[in-house]
């Protein structure tokens, strides 16, 4: 039996005529009304966006976006309420038991939201995941039929929001906002709604109701040109790229491992340009009304250890993953304890076993959140175990870089531990593309068999020319340069305003023409939407 575990989910693509006539219109309003009903427009946008997309949807986000604001709002009044009462304490048992009390209940109120706004996503998003699972221990007679679910437009984006603000009420970074329509533009914000950037509320309020928004050429300007950049990145390199990347991996049993391995390079391209790309439409578009939000990529694919490459990719979910997961395991009694019992056996594994088990639990949510797949758990416990490994056996690296001394200043070092990462990156592709779980242990088997009976002759342009391979080269050899001029701390952006005009201009126009010339045949949604 097979079960509807992808739902279907209809969105107005960002690369789409009508997105760009829908964002121009809601700037143009923007900027026509006061100052004080800015924020409204955005609010308004947001949600004829969503309905726009899917209106059955609206119950969702408009139910977690209730729930959320009356249990934070209940959170900061019960805090508040016992502030008042601890000032008038001075006994400090008394002050001790009061603040224990009121931390209980603060945390009954912040359990009931979390439970109601991710149990909603679990429910939607997992259901059929479970039912399979069931089912596989179950005889033919007595399995549990799926059901077809329509996943909310960025479910998991939003609740990741949501959650974030329960937890920073919980914790007294900042008081629950007490207007409800404030709050939900920062959970319905229409650009980042569809793939993030994963962002906190406090970063958000200024921007939103309190600064000055006018309209500014050169800003407008830098927005466009990032737009533009995201245009090309999506519909050129990324989508050329997947035409190269469905051909290798429905055919890879016939080719050789080094075609395999190109398919999973041209995956990384496909997949950074897509993802990447896409953030650049969001971060122009909100720069286009003044709102800056997180970056969400630095040039990842120059890290030299994978705990420093998912510092750079989908940077927001990682600092999520560390404010909310890792260091609350990592600090809680019972890693404290944990650590305790083993350092009297061993100090180093006593210090490590807790920080790698935070780790493990960290990446088993980066890969579930992914997708309710098996392969995006396998993909995301990868990662984890490379970053455990790397903890574990750091004494040893060390050692061994004393021993044969190694300048680890020197560039060929860098440049060595940024293809290792770049390498076993790319291996772990394997479990991210690659929807059934046995076929990723295929791949993965027929990666190393370095097998050379099925040589070249085997490759074939009939779904894809090889100009797509050279364009997607050609592009990428662009982005590359842009790349290092941005890991040495150079603003591009600046850099092409700096220039003189009839030069600007040639670029812009080059930009602005290479999108439809070069675009691919096939448009192919934006990977991170499905989320």
Not at 286 to 308: A, C, D, K, M
Not at 468 to 475: D, E, G, L, M
Not at 510 to 524: D, K, Y
Request: charged share 15%.
């Amino acid at each position: 039996m097979e079960y509807d575990s992808k739902t279907s989910v209809e969105f107005m693509s960002f690369v789409s005529t009508g997105f760009v006539f829908f964002c121009a219109l809601a700037v143009l309003i923007y900027y026509i009304v006061p100052q004080k009903a800015k924020w409204i427009v955005l609010l308004t946008a947001s949600y004829i966006f969503y309905a726009l997309n899917n209106f059955k949807a609206i119950i969702f986000i408009f139910s977690s976006t209730l729930a959320s604001y009356i249990c934070s709002l209940c959170i900061s009044k019960i805090a508040d309420k016992y502030d008042v009462i601890l000032k008038t304490i001075e006994d400090k048992a008394e002050r001790k038991k009061l603040k224990a009390k009121c931390k209980s209940k603060k945390k009954v109120i912040a359990a009931i939201g979390l439970i109601f706004c991710i149990g909603i996503l679990v429910i939607i998003k997992y259901t059929n995941f479970f039912i399979l699972n069931i089912n596989a221990l179950l005889p033919k007679t007595a399995r549990i039929p799926g059901v077809h679910i329509i996943l909310p437009l960025g479910i998991s984006f939003y609740t990741f929001q949501i959650a974030s603000y329960i937890f920073d009420v919980y914790n007294g970074k900042y008081k629950a906002e007490k207007n409800f329509f404030h709050y939900a533009l920062y959970v319905s914000w229409f650009p980042s709604i569809l793939q993030g950037p994963i962002s906190r509320y406090n970063e958000l309020k200024n921007q939103f109701f309190e600064e000055e928004h006018h309209f500014d050429i050169t800003a407008c300007q830098f927005a466009i040109q990032r737009i533009l950049w995201g245009f090309l990145k999506k519909l050129v390199i990324a989508d050329r790229a997947a035409e190269v990347v469905t051909y290798i991996f429905s055919e890879y049993e016939n080719l050789p491992w080094y075609i395999t391995f190109t398919g999973l390079l041209f995956y990384s391209i496909k997949l950074y340009a897509d993802f990447s790309g896409g953030m650049d439409v969001v971060l122009g578009v909100s720069e286009l009304v003044g709102i800056r939000l997180s970056e969400n990529f630095r040039q990842p694919f120059f890290s030299q250890t994978i705990s420093e490459f998912w510092r750079r990719w989908h940077i927001t979910l990682g600092t999520w993953m560390k404010d909310y997961v890792f260091y609350p395991f990592s600090l809680s009694k019972f890693a404290s304890n944990l650590g305790f019992k083993i350092s009297k056996i061993n100090k180093y594994a006593g210090k490590i076993i807790p920080m790698c088990l935070a780790n493990l639990l960290v990446f088993f949510i980066v890969g579930i959140w992914h997708g309710a797949e098996w392969h995006f758990i396998f993909y995301g416990l990868y990662n984890g175990l490379l970053i455990v490994l790397g903890i574990v056996f750091k004494p040893i690296f060390e050692k061994l870089i004393v021993i044969f001394h190694i300048n680890v200043k020197k560039s060929w070092y860098k440049v060595f531990r940024i293809l290792r990462t770049f390498l076993l990156v790319n291996i772990g592709w394997v479990f991210d593309e690659v929807t059934d779980l046995k076929m990723s242990f295929s791949m993965l088997k027929q990666l190393f068999s370095f097998n050379t009976n099925s040589l070249i002759k085997n490759w074939k342009f009939d779904t894809f020319s090889e100009l797509t391979i050279y364009t997607v080269i050609f592009f990428c050899m662009i982005w590359f340069v842009i790349s290092i001029l941005k890991e040495r701390n150079i603003d591009v952006r600046k850099k092409i305003a700096s220039f003189s005009l009839p030069l600007r201009w040639i670029i812009y126009l080059a930009l602005v023409l290479c999108v439809p010339f070069f675009q691919a045949a096939n448009m192919v949604g934006f990977i991170y939407a499905q989320f």
